[in-house]
Nanobody, 118 residues
Framework: VQLVESGGGTVQPGGSLRLSCAAS????????MSWYRQAPGKERELVAA????????YYADSVKGRFTISRDNAKNTVYLQMNSLKPEDTAVYFC????????????WGQGTQVTVSS
């Protein structure tokens, strides 16, 4: 069972990045998926979430209108499109999956670094 994030990097303020999280070893379509982030010295925070069928979305106030979460269940992959990036978006971004049938069954990715700096 594995979640592998990719797409992080360094970008200038106002730029864009697209993060991907590929799931393997389990059926992603039975899991709600989320993106969290953790900046140095801060607690991990929920950024965006999407239900297993993709019908409901959640965004933190700090990213509304700038970030878009989506998923492709055929590819077992969830995405986070990040536009109009700000220095305060700098953090390690983590992918998280939780089962629709057992919320004690969840998985985390290893994280990908996003740095927004001029």
């Amino acid at each position: 069972v594995q979640l592998v994030e990719s797409g992080g990097g360094t970008v200038q303020p106002g730029g864009s990045l697209r993060l991907s999280c590929a799931a393997s070893g389990f059926t992603g379509s039975n899991y709600a998926m989320s993106w969290y982030r953790q900046a140095p010295g801060k607690e991990r925070e929920l950024v965006a979430a999407i239900t297993s069928a993709g019908g409901r979305l959640y965004y933190a106030d700090s990213v509304k209108g700038r970030f878009t979460i989506s998923r492709d269940n055929a590819k077992n992959t969830v995405y986070l499109q990040m536009n109009s990036l700000k220095p305060e978006d700098t953090a390690v971004y983590f992918c998280h999956a939780v089962s629709d049938y057992n919320d004690m069954l969840d998985y985390w990715g290893q994280g990908t670094q996003v740095t927004v700096s001029s």
